[in-house]
T-cell receptor, first 115, second 117 residues
Framework: EPEVTQTPSHQVTQMGQEVILRCVPI?????FYWYRQILGQKVEFLVSFYNNEISEKSEIFDDQFSVERPDGSNFTLKIRSTKLEDSAMYFC?????????????FGDGTRLSIL | AQKVTQAQTEISVVEKEDVTLDCVYE???????LFWYKQPPSGELVFLIR??????QNEISGRYSWNFQKSTSSFNFTITASQVVDSAVYFC??????????????FGTGTRLQVFP
């Protein structure tokens, strides 16, 4: 069964450094998402992306965050200058359509640790 | 605003017991969707079920069943004859599309289920 893949599985970065989290959505999916889960807390929406532009973002997704689909397969989340509070599990998700006829399928996540 | 409440933070049962995980939601949307995801200790999020607001029929899939009650805004999840492999955090999620013009998932805080042998 096709799946969403995320790399790396674990990223350790010094505070203030830039980090790029990578995702390969399911190939025929058109809608892409990033969510964040701080350890022991709920999963929170960050941003949705469709047709090469952001369709929605949360208040968490401030100017230090950006997303990009640099080629036909990858979908990246960049954090420009990381802070300690950015430490979390970051999930990429994709869906075939942007409505709920198709569920969002999640990758296994990237655990980001900021030192 | 849209909100999902999972009041049970943690539940512990012994193998073969039945267990019900509660989920209560709030939305002013007339068309919305409810989901359950499982997060095992390895950390990934596994999709379990999607239900739309027009379909109140209960669903059964093997040992899993879901009870959607629109009148009480609840979408509860029951595991029958629980097994150790069911140990995970279970998240209920909501997507209210029309009123909010969004396709983001709103998650509850999760219920940690521990099944002991």
């Amino acid at each position: 069964e096709p799946e969403v893949t995320q790399t790396p599985s674990h990223q350790v970065t010094q505070m203030g450094q830039e980090v790029i989290l990578r995702c390969v959505p399911i190939s025929n999916h058109l809608y892409f998402y990033w969510y964040r889960q701080i350890l022991g807390q709920k999963v929170e929406f960050l941003v949705s992306f469709y047709n090469n532009e952001i369709s929605e973002k949360s208040e968490i997704f401030d100017d230090q965050f950006s997303v990009e689909r640099p080629d036909g397969s990858n979908f990246t989340l960049k954090i420009r200058s990381t802070k300690l509070e950015d430490s979390a599990m970051y999930f990429c998700a994709s869906s075939e359509t942007g409505d709920s006829n198709q569920p969002q399928h999640f990758g296994d996540g990237t655990r980001l640790s900021i030192l | 605003a849209q909100k999902v409440t999972q009041a049970q933070t943690e539940i512990s049962v012994v193998e073969k017991e039945d267990v019900t995980l509660d989920c209560v939601y709030e939305t002013r949307d007339t068309t919305y969707y409810l989901f359950w995801y499982k997060q095992p200790p390895s950390g990934e999020l596994v999709f379990l079920i999607r239900r739309n607001s027009f379909d109140e029929q209960n669903e059964i899939s093997g040992r899993y069943s879901w009870n959607f009650q629109k009148s009480t805004s609840s979408f509860n999840f029951t595991i029958t004859a629980s097994q150790v492999v069911d140990s995970a955090v279970y998240f209920c999620a909501l997507m209210g599309r029309l009123a909010y013009n969004t396709d983001k998932l709103i998650f509850g805080t999760g219920t940690r289920l521990q099944v002991f042998p």
